[in-house]
């Protein structure tokens, strides 16, 4: 079974920034990838995406905020979120794009205080 571990959240002040990391227990150079937030009371909403070849495309409330990256030697995705606003405040989780998602991982939680 596929595991996916995020990590690289916490508490930051609105204006701040942290980058995420979702290391992948298998390779993902063939998959199209995808970072995913939930809030509380709200769905799983797709914030970025990065094609295999490395092409991102980014929801409009984050556009110009966050950066979608990987490497897929180290079957790692990473999502950097700059000029965090208090509405980023979410459980923060990544999976495949495009496909079935593999098993959802525990997300790692960014809270932005005002």
């Known amino acids: 079974q596929v595991q996916l571990v995020e990590s690289g959240g916490g508490l930051v002040q609105a204006g701040g920034s942290l980058r995420l990391s979702c290391l992948v227990s298998?390779?993902?150079?063939?998959?199209?990838m995808g970072w995913f937030r939930q809030a509380p009371g709200k769905q799983r909403e797709l914030v970025a995406r990065?094609?295999?070849?490395?092409?991102?495309n980014y929801a409009d409330s984050v556009k110009g905020r966050f950066t979608i990256s990987r490497d897929n030697a180290k079957n790692t995705v990473y999502l950097q979120m700059n000029s965090l606003k208090p509405e980023d405040t979410a459980v923060y989780y990544c999976n495949v794009f495009g496909r079935p998602p593999f098993s959802w991982g525990q997300g790692t939680q960014v809270t932005v205080s005002s």
């Open positions: 990065i094609t295999s070849g490395g092409s991102p």
């Open positions: 298998r390779s993902i150079f063939r998959n199209d």
